[in-house]
């Protein structure tokens, strides 16, 4: 079947730089996507992934080992804004978006 | 700026009323829009494509009669709740798949609706 692992939740500092991971298991692969899901909001895309290694795009990177079947989202210089919920979705055979329920980030002063 | 917008964000219905909710790609031409629901703190639900000129394709356990979906141009896309019942209160989301230049084919998300069956 299909799966996606990420935290449910974690918490950082202000300022400070956080690293969500993410492992999936999709019936084929056609890249990765992150999206940032802020409370009562509808997802924004942040980034895409389809060969390995890391995509840099401002304060946020977003890495991809296929082999491994993991990617990461890495957040530098934290701020308050970016407390949200973050999906990481891989696209599978089909170009379909697999979801999983995201990880809730919160961010302290 | 958008480039998905959503109509409306908000409702509150009656049990037994139909409610439809708009989702328009702006400038950008979208033979796929996406239609998601989404339980508080849970996934993104995929319950259909959309594609433009032909008949929508629903996921496993979403009804077709309940929730009619037509993609009459490329880009407008129209889900309605038949016979509302408050089960189907929901965040309602739409997506329309995009290629903006030096970028993959991506999902790009309306606001989404709130709806509220009473």
């Known amino acids: 079947g299909q799966n996606i692992d990420q935290p449910t939740e974690m918490t950082a500092t202000e300022g400070a730089i956080v690293q969500i991971n993410c492992t999936y298991q999709t019936s084929g692969f056609n890249g990765l996507f992150w999206y940032q899901q802020h409370a009562g909001e509808a997802p924004t895309f942040l980034s895409y992934n389809v060969l390995d290694g890391l995509e840099e795009k401002g304060r946020f990177s977003s890495f991809l080992s296929r082999s491994k079947g993991y990617s990461y989202l890495l957040l530098k210089e934290l701020q308050m804004k970016d407390s949200a919920s973050y999906l990481c979705?891989?696209?599978?055979?089909?170009?379909?978006?697999?979801w999983g329920a995201g990880t809730k980030l919160i961010i302290k002063p | 700026g958008a480039v998905v917008s959503q109509h409306p964000s908000r409702v509150i219905c009656k049990s037994g009323t139909s409610v439809k909710i708009e989702c328009r790609s702006l400038d950008f031409q979208a033979t796929t829009m996406f239609w998601y629901r989404q339980f508080p703190k849970k996934s993104l639900m995929l319950m259909a494509t959309?594609?433009?000129?032909?008949?929508?394709?629903?996921e496993q356990g979403v009804e077709k009669d309940k929730f009619l979906i037509n993609h009459a141009s490329l880009t407008l896309s129209t889900l309605t709740v038949t016979s509302a019942h408050p089960e189907d209160s929901s965040f309602y989301i739409c997506s329309a798949k995009i290629l903006l230049a030096g970028e993959v084919d991506t999902q790009y998300f309306g606001p989404g609706t709130r709806l509220t069956v009473l």
């Open positions: 959309s594609n433009e000129g032909s008949k929508a394709t629903y």
């Open positions: 979705a891989p696209m599978d055979s089909n170009y379909q978006l697999i």
